[in-house]
């Protein structure tokens, strides 16, 4: 069994140029032997949990997964056993509850506030840069906020609603350049002290909050890394509270990693270690849930944007690990950084993007004049 599980793995890799022990970059190097039947019997969950407990190494661990999306190797292992329960637990159960939602506070966005200070920078901004004439990222993360509010049309004195606000940087970019009067929610404790302390004298109000409880006018509404956690049983949810709480002439937008086809659940690995119940939407799932709640006036993709985007946190993760490494341990670090560098081969492979959709709550008058 050992031999055969190592030749299927083999045969599987090669498909995308990667090799066993090989000298290039995107090659594996295989320090226990155990790695091929862990990966045969749990697919992407096995791979990746070989690689947190050290049992593989590679030096462009973004490059090698690019080359693995683009031949669809994990289409090729789905029916483990772990795929099969995984698809079966989305069909049944609603992953996306209330109460469940926390779960990915707990799990992730409450790990630490300084530790994301120190992998997102200055502006604590956990979403999809906008390079655009810049290669530094805080300055690309300034231009992703200044897209945002120019397309929502942002002036003085408009209430925004922002849900899934983070860290408060962009409730704070929209008071101080904007002049809004802004309300963030979050269900994130850590994201929620840290917002209230950093937008302090401001117009903004910073609220431990789910969406599915906010129920007043707003002018505008924005939704930036939010949508990727709402799951497919809720799309419609998600839309109908932002009608609800939407004036009419009011703009939405929706800035949410998606995938190219619709699925019902996500990755096994990055249910299990990074975003416990999330799920990537399709665009015919945002605009599905959206019918007739809305008008669909403009969609952006700059999902190659993500690729530079989690290279450069990596990057800053990597310089400021040694800070860290004693409070979460080597399996974390490990795991980490596998999350940052396999997300970032996904979005170089296009098999995942960035969408921005703007929606107007009906229709603008003469039509919406696009921005980019």
């Not at 909050?209 to 949508?227: K, L, N, T, W």
Request: proline share 3%.
């Amino acid at each position: 069994m050992p031999a055969l599980a190592q030749g299927i793995i083999t045969d599987l890799f090669a498909k995308a140029d990667i090799r066993m022990n090989g000298s290039r970059p995107w090659d594996l190097r295989i320090h226990d032997e155990r790695f091929y039947r862990r990966v045969l019997a749990r697919g992407t969950l096995g791979f990746g949990e070989a690689y947190m407990d050290g049992w593989w190494d590679c030096a462009a661990i973004d490059e090698m997964c690019c080359r693995a999306e683009r031949a669809h190797l994990d289409e090729q292992v789905r029916f483990s056993l772990t795929n099969v329960a995984a698809l079966v637990t989305a069909a049944l159960v609603n992953r996306q509850t209330v109460r469940r939602a926390r779960q990915v506070a707990e799990t992730h966005y409450d790990i630490g506030n300084d530790f994301f200070a120190a992998m997102l920078g200055q502006d604590l901004q956990y979403s999809c840069a906008y390079f655009d004439g810049t290669d530094d990222l805080i300055e690309a993360q300034q231009r992703k906020m200044e897209l945002i509010c120019r397309k929502l049309g942002l002036r003085a004195g408009l209430r925004l609603l922002d849900v899934g606000c983070g860290w408060g940087g962009l409730a704070k970019f929209a008071a101080e350049q904007y002049g809004c009067n802004v309300v963030g929610i979050t269900i994130s404790r850590e994201q929620q002290a840290y917002a209230v302390q950093s937008c302090r004298g401001l117009p903004i109000e910073i609220r431990l909050q789910d969406y599915h409880e906010v129920a007043e006018p707003f002018d505008r509404i924005v939704s930036v890394g939010m949508m990727e956690h709402v799951g497919y049983k809720n799309y419609r949810a998600f839309m109908t509270a932002a009608t609800r709480c939407l004036d009419n002439g009011g703009l939405f937008l929706c800035h949410t990693i998606g995938g190219n086809v619709s699925r019902v659940c996500s990755d096994p690995w990055i249910m299990r270690y990074i975003f416990p119940n999330s799920m990537l939407p399709s665009p015919a799932q945002v605009t599905r849930a959206a019918e007739g709640l809305f008008v669909l006036e403009d969609v952006q993709n700059f999902g190659p944007h993500y690729d530079k985007t989690l290279l450069a946190w990596e990057r800053n993760f990597s310089r400021s690990w040694d800070r860290f490494r004693h409070i979460y341990g080597e399996r974390f670090g490990r795991m980490w950084r596998y999350y940052l560098l396999s997300c970032a081969g996904a979005f170089r492979a296009r098999t995942i993007e960035l969408f921005q959709f703007l929606f107007s709550r009906g229709g603008v008058p003469g039509g919406y004049t696009a921005v980019r």
